[in-house]
């Protein structure tokens, strides 16, 4: 299972982009990589999910290169309301595959 | 479409009482999930749903949670008798098919206090 390390805390302004980058070193060859965001008070939510290269839905960003040992969740222009903890998470279809969450990233926008 | 819903929200009980959280995933969606977050750290995976199948279950912390889901419908995990460090919000998930590439769909939990 490919471990993950996320910064644990940052700090960004509205109307500033926002990038996120997330370790897996050990990242497997059938890997996908998927973000979650998690709002105060609520379950977290699928943001974005890729294999390879980039990937771009109207939330956000997902940047991989080529070796796929890093990604980077990119928020453009982020408001007050994105403040939110979000997650990067690695693995496999098939087996047995169990999305794992790590600590995850502490993002809060100041006004 | 309606999301996943969980029942209670809050739930506070005193050490040694029973409590029982109830979970109606999206239908349709036969993978259910449990986790839990204690206070200041990550998520932790509970066990896993299949219809009503158990197909992991190691995450559960000891023998005094059980989970069910009769029909392969609504999930309820029950906790007894509670201890402290049980507290801490639960949360369930569910998805249409297994693997990373399925959208994992969550309820807003249930924020569970033992007193």
């Known amino acids: 299972l490919a471990k993950t390390t996320q910064p644990i805390s940052m700090d960004s302004y509205e109307g500033q982009e926002v990038n996120i980058t997330c370790s897996h070193n050990n990242i497997a060859t059938n890997d996908y990589i998927t973000w979650y965001q998690q709002f105060p008070s609520q379950g977290p939510r699928f943001i974005i999910q890729?294999?390879?290269t980039k990937v771009t839905n109207e939330v956000a960003s997902l940047f991989i290169p080529a070796d796929r040992k890093s990604s980077t969740l990119s928020l453009p222009r982020v408001s007050l309301s994105d403040t939110a903890v979000y997650y990067c998470?690695?693995?496999?279809?098939?087996?047995?595959?169990?999305?794992?969450f790590g600590r995850g990233t502490s993002l809060i926008v100041h006004p | 479409e309606a999301g996943v819903t969980q029942f209670p929200s809050h739930s506070v009980i005193e050490k040694g009482q029973t409590v029982t959280l109830r979970c109606d995933p999206i239908s349709g969606h036969d993978n259910l999930y449990w986790y839990r977050r204690v206070m200041g750290k990550e998520i932790k995976f509970l066990l896993h749903?299949?219809?009503?199948?158990?197909?992991?279950e190691s995450g559960m912390p000891n023998n005094r949670f059980l989970a069910e889901r009769t029909g392969g419908t609504y999930s309820t995990l029950k906790v007894q008798p509670a201890e402290l460090e049980d507290s801490g919000v639960y949360f369930c998930?569910?998805?249409?098919?297994?693997?990373?590439?399925?959208?994992?769909?969550f309820g807003s939990g249930t924020q569970l206090s033992v007193l």
């Open positions: 749903f299949v219809k009503e199948s158990k197909q992991d």
């Open positions: 998930a569910s998805s249409q098919g297994r693997g990373p590439n399925e959208k994992l769909f």
């Open positions: 998470l690695v693995g496999a279809p098939g087996g047995s595959y169990i999305p794992t």
């Open positions: 890729g294999y390879k």
